[in-house]
C-alpha cells in the first residue's frame, strides 16, 4: 500500500497550499462573516480559483478540466479549508455538475453548455435533497415531478441547501411513484432560472459564505431530457455523487483542525505562564499530540476513500466514516485549540471561534453522524442493524 502522494499530486498540493495562502488567507477572514449577497465579490473569487486552475480539478480537459482525479479534489479542498472555508467546498461543485449531467438525456449537448461555466467560474452548482419533512430519512421526500409529454412538472419545497441561494443549476431529487418510496425517486438536472422557482436565504451561525437556501417549486417546466439515468434510479446516481462529498467534507473538516493546530504550536511556544512555556506543560502538549494523531489517521481514511473512488469502486461505508468521525475528530480539535489559547481565541481577534461554528455545521450537512453510523453498521452487518 503506498501512503504518499504521487508526483504530480505533491506538486499540485504545494500549488494550491501556496495559491491559498498568498491569495486567500489575507481575505479570509472577511469572507467567512459575510452573507453571500454581493454577486459581483462572489464572481470575482470564483474567477480566481478558475484562473488558477482548481474548478477544472479531476475533470477531463473536454468538460474544460484540468485533469486529475478525486484524490486532488480532496488536496484542493483540504488546503483552501486551511485557511478559508467559505471558498473551500467550490472545487468540489463541478464534480457534481459532471456525476449528474453524464446520465442526462442528452449529455453532450448540456455538458457542453454548463461544464465549461463551471470549470471557469461562470455558474455554481448545488445538490438538492433535503426538504421540510425529509433530511434523515431521504426516501419521504414530496418533492413530484410528473411527466408531461416532453416535459416533467415540478412541485414541492427543498431547504437547507448549500450554495442554493445562488446555485445557476441543481442536482435535484424528486419523485415520480410517490408510491414506490425510495425507488420511486429520480434525479434531474434542474436550471435554477426557471418559472416557478423562488429562493430564499437561510441564515447560519456558520459557513455564513455558501448560502444555504429555501428553494420553492411551483408547477415548473422541465425538458424531459433534464431526466439523468432512468425513472426511479435517482439513488444509484445520489450514492456516486455523495461518496466523493462525503470524503471532501471530511478533508474540509480536517484541514481546520490541522490550522487550529499548527496556531496553537506557535502560540504555546511563545506565550508563557509561571514562569515557562505553556509549551513545556504535559497538560497542553497532550493534548497537541492526541489531536494530531486523530486528525494524521482520519486524514488517511479519507485519502483511502478517494483513492477507492479513483479506481472506479463504490466505498459507501468508507465515505460514510469519513462524514460522521473527521467533523467530530476537527469539533474536537478546534474546542481544545480555543481552550489552549484561552479567552482571547473566544473573541473574535482570532479565527479559531469561527471555526467551531463552520465546523458544527460540517457535523450535518450532507447527513448527521447517526444516519452515516447506521449506514456504516448496515454495510458491516446487514439490513437486520436498525431494519426500519
Not at 108 to 124: I, R
Not at 226 to 243: D, I, Q, S, T
Request: with cysteine.
Amino acid at each position: 500500500m503506498a501512503f504518499e502522494f504521487t508526483e504530480e499530486q505533491e506538486i499540485f498540493r504545494r500549488e494550491i497550499r501556496r495559491f491559498a495562502q498568498t491569495e486567500l488567507a489575507p481575505t479570509a477572514k472577511e469572507r467567512a462573516k459575510m452573507e453571500p449577497t454581493d454577486a459581483e465579490y462572489r464572481r470575482k473569487w470564483l474567477k480566481k480559483l478558475a484562473d488558477a486552475g482548481f474548478l477544472g480539478v479531476g475533470l477531463a480537459s473536454e468538460y474544460g478540466g484540468q485533469g486529475g482525479d478525486a484524490i486532488m479534489v480532496g488536496i484542493a479542498i483540504e488546503e483552501i479549508g486551511k485557511v478559508d472555508v467559505s471558498l473551500s467546498l467550490f472545487p468540489l461543485l463541478p464534480m457534481v455538475g459532471y456525476y449528474a449531467l453524464r446520465y442526462a438525456g442528452k449529455p453532450e449537448e448540456l455538458m457542453a453548455e454548463w461544464m465549461p461555466k463551471f470549470t471557469q467560474g461562470e455558474a455554481v452548482a448545488s445538490f438538492a435533497l433535503t426538504e421540510p419533512e425529509a433530511g434523515a430519512d431521504a426516501a419521504a421526500i414530496r418533492m413530484t415531478a410528473v411527466r408531461d409529454g416532453d416535459y416533467y412538472i415540478l412541485n414541492g419545497e427543498k431547504t437547507s441547501i448549500t450554495k442554493g441561494v445562488y446555485a445557476d443549476a441543481s442536482m435535484l431529487f424528486a419523485k415520480t411513484d410517490p408510491k414506490a418510496g425510495i425507488r420511486g425517486i429520480t434525479c434531474f438536472w434542474v436550471p435554477l432560472n426557471l418559472p416557478g422557482i423562488t429562493r430564499s436565504l437561510i441564515p447560519h451561525t456558520g459557513l455564513k459564505f455558501w448560502g444555504a437556501a429555501s428553494i420553492i417549486f411551483e408547477d415548473v417546466r422541465l425538458p424531459a431530457e433534464n431526466r439523468c439515468g432512468e425513472e426511479g434510479k435517482g439513488f444509484y446516481l445520489f450514492g456516486e455523487a455523495v461518496n466523493t462529498q462525503r470524503a471532501c467534507l471530511g478533508l474540509l473538516a480536517l484541514g481546520i483542525a490541522q490550522a487550529s493546530i499548527d496556531e496553537t504550536i506557535n502560540y504555546i511556544r511563545q506565550r508563557t505562564a509561571f514562569g515557562h512555556s505553556l509549551s513545556s506543560f504535559e497538560g497542553v502538549a497532550f493534548k497537541i499530540a492526541e489531536h494530531s494523531t486523530r486528525v494524521e489517521a482520519a486524514r488517511l481514511l479519507c485519502y483511502k476513500t478517494l483513492s477507492l473512488i479513483s479506481r472506479g469502486e463504490f466505498p459507501i461505508k468508507e465515505a460514510a466514516m469519513c462524514k460522521w468521525w473527521c467533523p467530530e475528530v476537527a469539533l474536537d480539535t478546534v474546542h481544545d485549540c480555543l481552550l489552549l489559547h484561552g479567552h482571547v481565541a473566544y473573541s473574535e481577534e482570532y479565527p479559531i471561534e469561527q471555526r467551531l461554528r463552520d465546523i458544527i455545521g460540517l457535523q450535518f450537512t450532507d447527513s448527521l453522524p447517526q444516519i452515516m453510523k447506521l449506514v456504516v453498521s448496515r454495510q458491516l452487518i446487514g439490513r437486520e442493524a436498525a431494519s426500519f
